[in-house]
T-cell receptor, first 114, second 110 residues
Framework: NAGVTQTPKFQVLKTGQSMTLQCAQD?????MSWYRQDPGMGLRLIHY???????DQGEVPNGYNVSRSTTEDFPLRLLSAAPSQTSVYFC?????????????FGEGSRLTVL | EDQVTQSPEALRLQEGESSSLNCSYT??????LFWYRQDPGKGPEFLFT???AGEEKEKERLKATLTKKESFLHITAPKPEDSATYLC???????????FGAGTRLTVKP
């Protein structure tokens, strides 16, 4: 019963490096999203996808890329890491985009950019 | 723009001391208000969805209520294991995404 799986759990990068945070769900959910969580600011939406091949920007998309080639996977790419991207990143999914049901979250990926 | 404000930022209670957490929201066309619990180092876990003013939902020691401007999460006779950060979120209008508040960090002392 995996749910939403994120890797890696922890990562340290140097400024300017690139990396990909992986997210996979095994619930056949159409809707997937990426949030970042910073102290005092709550969860903020970075990018989301309403189905394979369809992505859109959220509240804080700059510096991040996403793609959705399969229903299961929704990777988040940092193109050139900056210290301002130090945060905890959460991937979440829901059964369909327009639904008002619960979001299922992964355990998070803690990223530090030096 | 949709806004969600939670108060207080932090709350310390003695075991058995009941209290309430507040979530004020400003949205256009509320479709759902959500409460989540988040333990340190973990992802948020779903608690409740409320859809319309006057609605109430309960789960163990937690009860969530909704008005047209705010939601309360009432905690009755809390236990130390209720210690966590409680997040409120709204889904509104034509948006498929949720807007989250900053959370209330609850600590229950034995």
């Amino acid at each position: 019963n995996a749910g939403v799986t994120q890797t890696p759990k922890f990562q340290v990068l140097k400024t300017g490096q690139s990396m990909t945070l992986q997210c996979a769900q095994d619930m056949n959910h159409e809707y997937m999203s990426w949030y970042r969580q910073d102290p005092g600011m709550g969860l903020r939406l970075i990018h989301y996808s309403v189905g394979a091949g369809i992505t859109d920007q959220g509240e804080v998309p700059n510096g991040y890329n996403v793609s959705r080639s399969t229903t299961e996977d929704f990777p988040l790419r940092l193109l050139s890491a900056a210290p301002s991207q130090t945060s905890v990143y959460f991937c979440a999914s829901r059964i369909n985009p327009a639904d008002t049901g619960e979001l299922f979250f992964g355990e998070g990926s803690r990223l530090t950019v030096l | 723009e949709d806004q969600v404000t939670q108060s207080p930022e932090a709350l310390r209670l003695q075991e058995g001391e009941s209290s309430s957490l507040n979530c004020s929201y400003t949205v256009s066309g509320l479709r759902g208000l959500f409460w989540y619990r988040q333990d340190p180092g973990k992802g948020p876990e779903f608690l409740f969805t409320l859809y319309s003013a006057g609605e109430e939902k309960e789960k163990e020691r937690l009860k969530a209520t909704l008005t047209k401007k705010e939601s309360f999460l009432h905690i009755t006779a809390p236990k130390p294991e209720d210690s966590a950060t409680y997040l409120c979120a709204v889904q509104a209008g034509g948006n498929n995404d949720m807007r989250f508040g900053a959370g209330t960090r609850l600590t229950v002392k034995p």
